[in-house]
């Protein structure tokens, strides 16, 4: 069990441009959740899938943000036009009824 | 709505000593509780969790936190620490769906 993996681990772009950030949650976990991490705000939730549909994007930045899962294995966070303020670590997490929810090592972006 | 507070952002402690990290939340009903533990440069591990039961919960490596309903806290407690307890801590809460909210999280720092 790998747990879940998040890719890139780190990652710079410049103001304006687009990142996109993968998630594979834990094979058989049903629900996915994407979390932003910085030092002013602490952790905030963003978003989550359950058996791929979206059920709660309250957290989600209503421009420039937006989360996929196409399927079971993998989640992506894409950011369009990137600003500094989006500087963050970005942590998916996986779980399931049966099961707690594991946390990914982040990725960490910084826009530049 | 649900919240946690972590009232100690940082606390220092001795090599042997023991610890307390304090964490209150609001919600209206009974709602999960748990403390998650995050290492420099890594994800979230969970400590332990509180769902219903008896109110002091057991966790991984000596850490225990006992669940008030009166008080609205979740207190993390170890007897004794140790310097690779040096760390950031996370209490949260989940009510209302499947979203965790967290505190702003305590840095511990364990002093030789």
């Known amino acids: 069990n790998a747990g879940v993996i998040q890719t890139p681990r780190h990652k710079v772009t410049g103001k304006g441009q687009e990142a996109t950030l993968w998630c594979e949650p834990i094979s058989g976990h049903s629900a996915v959740f994407w979390y932003r991490q910085t030092i002013v705000q602490g952790l905030e939730f963003l978003t989550y899938f359950r058996n791929q549909a979206p059920i709660d994007d309250s957290g989600m930045p209503k421009e420039r943000f937006s989360a996929q899962m196409p399927n079971q294995s993998h989640s992506t966070l894409k950011i369009q036009s990137t600003q500094p303020q989006d500087s963050a670590v970005y942590l998916c997490?996986?779980?399931?009824?049966?099961?707690?929810?594991?946390f990914g090592s982040g990725t960490r972006l910084l826009v530049i | 709505a649900q919240s946690v507070t972590q009232p100690d952002a940082r606390v220092t402690v001795s090599e042997g000593a023991s610890l307390q990290l304090r964490c209150k939340y609001s919600y209206s009903a009974t709602p999960y509780l748990f403390w998650y533990v995050q290492y420099p440069r890594q994800g979230l591990q969970l400590l332990l969790k509180y769902y219903s039961g008896d109110p002091v919960v057991q966790g991984v490596n000596g850490f225990e936190a006992e669940f008030s309903k009166s008080n609205s806290s979740f207190h993390l407690r170890k007897a004794s620490v140790h310097w690779s307890d040096s760390a950031v801590y996370f209490c949260a809460v989940q009510g209302t769906g499947s979203k965790l909210s967290f505190g702003k999280g305590a840095k511990l720092t364990v002093s030789p």
């Open positions: 997490a996986s779980g399931s009824t049966n099961s707690d929810y594991t």
